[in-house]
Nanobody, 124 residues
Framework: QVQLVESGGGLVQAGDSLRLSCAAS????????MGWFRQAPGKEREFVAA????????YYADSVKGRFTISRDNAKNTVYLQMNRLKPADTAVYYC?????????????????WGQGTQVTVSS
């Protein structure tokens, strides 16, 4: 069992940066691949980024590639999402998720545990 708590969301202007954090507890964090997803009002939850359990592999949605960076600190049981050059289209609730036994996945159904989400709002 893994508990995930996101933080770092907020209201920013287009072009600004934010760093989201996701703190994990309850199990061996380093054995889980981690992902970030987002969901805008009226839309499906979509993949943003993922990272393997070791941090050696990362994956990004095309819409965020080159602007967002996922990283993890296994000693702190935390995964991060650095978001630069934010756009109004990035406005959504951002969720972190944990998947056991994978190197990382863009498929939300591969993830076993989810956080409660943190709101990111980007104004134009």
């Amino acid at each position: 069992q893994v508990q995930l708590v996101e933080s770092g969301g907020g209201l920013v202007q287009a072009g600004d940066s934010l760093r989201l954090s996701c703190a994990a507890s309850g199990s061996t964090f380093s054995s889980y691949a981690m992902g970030w997803f987002r969901q805008a009002p009226g839309k499906e939850r979509e993949f943003v980024a993922a990272i393997s359990w070791s941090g050696s592999r990362t994956y990004y949605a095309d819409s965020v590639k080159g602007r967002f960076t996922i990283s993890r600190d296994n000693a702190k049981n935390t995964v991060y999402l650095q978001m630069n050059r934010l756009k109004p289209a990035d406005t959504a609730v951002y969720y972190c998720a944990a998947a056991q036994g994978l190197e990382g996945s863009s498929n939300r159904y591969h993830y076993d545990y989810w956080g409660q989400g943190t709101q990111v709002t980007v104004s134009s």
